[in-house]
């Protein structure tokens, strides 16, 4: 058995994988979290995805898990003594399916309000694909190109047909409060921490943080790219939709990173996934933010080491950095978007340049300026005030 810390009490055993496990976690106020592994359908690489249950102006919910998961939800609360009928917030973390893929059945049954960071609303009407111009920059439009060429159309398909009802329900969720960044409910305090997602929020009660999928531990998330929304679409929306574009690429992503390892200090992380795997309890706190931070910070110094022996491309450079396996079927597209991230952000600081052709390579007399941008990161000093 795992070191239990004398915080947190073991309500249910579960898998070796984290499924099924439930702890009861008490924070430094006495209040009491209840810690669900909402086990996922398909199989992932991520596991379960942990949903969180306290008190706080009624029994309020963090992420309620993956399409197809409500009745490992529904087990999970039951055998925690957690009648759904009784929570009156749910919070959804993000829109990523396995955070709100239940939230239609869930709010149906339990009555409850729902909260979401302010673009969500906005958001869950669209696919990223469907508002995205990816002709708009070059490294956009290579990433597409390679996609399409040389990406299997059926596993490409098949991850987009088995999304498809997920996307139609979740048009038809009502958000009751949009949150922004330091809205406080009750105990809670918001924070935006856009990056992993645009609509990402981490929420932060007494000594503890609820972070989604900004700051796991075992695995680093996956950053997204930036993003150029397509003209039509702007012109269609209007302001609102055109702030969203700050809320993507990587640079966003490490300085939400920057803000929890400084404004967090003493308080221990709770994570979407995770929480529990290879039968040990991982409990993390904001140092964490910092090692996903210095992971990137190794995968740019990588990234730049390989430019600058060899000027090259897209494609060439994510085959650099990934092996086979994981560069199969529809995984190549998650790995060339990594890549992309990181090479936007060396492209955004000077550190590289694409031609129109796609060859990328180092500007003459350039010295890397990734690392001072890091640093004030890390150093808390680069002044954003999210
Ligand atoms: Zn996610
Ligand atoms: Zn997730």
């Not at 302010?118 to 190109?145: A, C, H, M, N, P």
């Not at 690429?249 to 929480?275: D, F, M, Q, W």
């Amino acid at each position: 058995m795992f070191d239990l810390p004398p915080n947190y009490k073991v309500v249910r055993e579960g898998k070796e994988n984290g499924e099924n496990w439930i702890f009861r976690i008490k924070t430094c106020l006495d209040r009491e979290i209840t810690a669900v592994a909402v086990t996922q359908p398909t199989v992932s690489r991520t596991g379960p995805t942990w949903s969180y249950v306290f008190e706080n102006n009624g029994l309020n919910t963090v992420d309620v898990g993956s399409p197809g998961s409500f009745d490992s939800l529904k087990d999970g609360y039951k055998a925690a003594g957690i009648t759904l009928t009784d929570i009156q917030t749910c919070f959804v973390s993000h829109g990523h399916a396995d955070h709100d893929g239940t939230i239609p059945e869930f709010i149906s049954e339990s009555k409850s309000d729902l909260y979401a960071h302010e673009s969500y609303g906005f958001l869950k009407s669209f696919k990223s694909w469907d508002i995205q111009d990816f002709t708009s920059t070059v490294l956009q439009r290579e990433f597409t190109k390679i996609v399409e060429t040389k990406v299997d159309k059926k596993d490409l398909n098949q991850k987009i047909d088995s999304s498809a009802e997920y996307y139609k329900k979740k048009q038809e969720i009502n958000v009751t409060v949009g949150l922004k960044h330091r809205d406080v409910f009750g105990d809670i305090e918001v924070y935006s921490t856009p990056g992993h997602s645009p609509d990402q929020i981490c929420l932060a009660i007494d000594d503890v943080v609820f972070t989604g999928d900004h700051v796991l531990p075992e695995i680093t998330p996956h950053p997204t790219t930036k993003m150029n929304l397509k003209k039509s679409f702007i012109n269609r929306i209007s302001k609102e939709a055109v702030e969203l574009e700050a809320l993507y690429g990587l640079k966003v992503y490490l300085e939400s990173l920057g803000y929890i390892l400084h404004s967090n200090e003493g308080r221990t992380l709770l994570p979407a996934h995770r929480l529990y795997n290879r039968s040990t309890l991982n409990i993390i706190d904001t140092e964490r933010a910092r090692a996903i931070i210095d992971h990137h910070s190794l995968r740019l110094a990588r990234l730049l080491r390989n430019v600058i022996s060899n000027s090259s491309s897209l494609e060439d450079l994510t085959k650099g950095l990934f092996s086979k396996g994981e560069l199969s079927g529809a995984n190549m597209v998650a790995a060339l978007s990594e890549v992309v991230a990181h090479l936007e952000f060396l492209e955004d600081v000077g550190d590289i340049v694409v031609t129109e052709d796609g060859i990328i390579s180092v500007p003459p007399s350039a010295k890397p300026n990734y690392k001072s941008v890091i640093d004030h990161i890390l150093k808390g000093s680069n002044g954003v005030i999210r």
